[in-house]
């Protein structure tokens, strides 16, 4: 198990991101949280294991259809325990 911080930047406030990061991350069955950052970037955390965050970090990448992702920065932070998804305010 891991937990990882991902900063998303680019085009990805306005177009659904962190409604769709969560639906990916609840399929993925990851426990975490995702939210907008007053800098125009997308912050979440999430943990599982490894493998399981991997993909997520790749959809992260492209993020929904109206997206335009820039950049994805990971980096492991210490676990929550956390175990279910939710989209912060």
Known sequence: MERWRLIVSGRV???GYRQACCQR???LGLGGWV???PDGRVELEAE???????QLRIWC??????????????SVIPLAGQDWFEVRH
Do not use: I, Y
């Not at 599982?48 to 965050?53: A, N």
């Open 13 to 15: 406030q306005g177009v």
């Open 25 to 27: 991350a609840q399929a």
């Open 35 to 37: 939210r907008n950052r």
């Open 48 to 54: 599982g294991c490894s493998q399981v965050l991997e």
């Open 61 to 74: 990448e492209s993020g929904p259809a109206a997206a335009q992702v820039s950049s994805v920065n990971a």
